[in-house]
């Protein structure tokens, strides 16, 4: 995802210092862009380096270790007047604890998690969801713009874009899931599943993710390569969850059990794989 990110603001001719935890990233950036980039030898390097800072980490654990590494992390390159933008999806607590820090630094800080996969993240078409200082939301909204389709400001209250990006991921869970198990029943009906989805697409159910996704699920031998991983949905399904019991919500009942399945699917060795295999748990699991 950040190395999409960051190749979209580098084709706009912007100059880049850049990080990666995996050091090809940057050196496969630098040769796409000779000239425009330069690979620091830290996440604080970057932050020193420059005025504005994007973070895109995969889970709260990896955010942790690159934020708070003494010496070398993010929070140890903040100074007065530093923005930190933090794009990953977290929990609440995390992004708000890490707002803190920057402040007391003496910096602004961002939550901006993003919907959106690898292929929006390299083709500048991100939604984001933004919260915390407002005068760093106006200076780092032109890059906003470069990378993304729309961008949604939700106020000064970090933690709430966190919020919203748990109810957009779980929504997608639970399709994903729904999707799943509507090829299985046609296929158990004696259906042809491509038809069910070529139906699918010409109606009320006609998105990305039926698009995208359907046909690929509706093979007889799935395609499940990796946009989304289904390890980091399942996260997501899971934080939603916790953030729904924790705030009272009625039911959590569909997420539940989509959050069941993608267990299961994990199980079954497709954690790494994209999202769309929690299909191979609904159909083990009514077969």
């Not at 210092?17 to 000779?34: G, H, I, M, T, Y």
């Not at 869970?173 to 599943?193: C, R, Y």
């Not at 949905?233 to 997420?255: E, L, P, R, W, Y």
Request: proline share 3%; net charge negative.
């Amino acid at each position: 995802m950040g190395a999409g990110m960051a190749g979209v603001l580098a084709k706009t001719g912007r100059n880049l210092v850049v990080w990666n935890r995996s050091p090809e990233k940057s050196d496969a950036l630098s040769a796409e862009f000779p000239g425009q980039i330069t690979i620091a030898a830290s996440a604080a390097d970057v932050v020193k380096a420059c005025g504005l800072t994007f973070s895109m980490l995969s889970t709260p654990a990896a955010a942790a270790a690159v934020f708070d590494a003494p010496e070398v992390g993010t929070l140890a390159g903040v100074s007065a007047g530093k923005i930190v933008v933090d794009c990953a999806t977290l929990q609440e607590e995390d992004m708000q604890r890490m707002g803190a820090a920057v402040t007391a630094a003496g910096g602004k800080f961002l939550e901006a998690p993003v919907s959106g996969t690898k292929g929006p993240a390299a083709t500048g078409t991100l939604i984001f969801m933004v919260t915390g200082d407002e005068s760093a939301f106006t200076e780092a909204t032109p890059e906003f713009e470069a990378m993304g389709k729309a961008t949604h400001y939700l106020g000064a209250d970090v933690g709430a874009a966190t919020r919203m990006k748990l109810c957009v991921n779980m929504v997608m869970g639970v399709f994903m899931a729904g999707l799943g198990e509507g090829i299985h029943l046609a296929e158990k009906l004696d259906l042809e599943k491509a038809k069910l989805v070529e139906i699918l697409t010409q109606g009320a159910m006609g998105c990305v993710l039926v698009n995208v996704k359907g046909p690929k699920c509706a093979l007889e031998e799935r395609n499940h390569a990796p946009n989304f991983p289904l390890k980091h949905a399942q996260k997501d399904v899971s934080f939603a969850i916790a953030a729904g019991q924790a705030a009272g919500a009625n039911t959590m009942a569909t997420a539940e059990a989509t959050n069941k399945e993608m267990l299961k699917a994990m199980e079954m060795g497709f954690g790494d794989q994209d999202f769309s295999s929690v299909i191979e748990a609904v159909m083990d699991s009514q077969s």
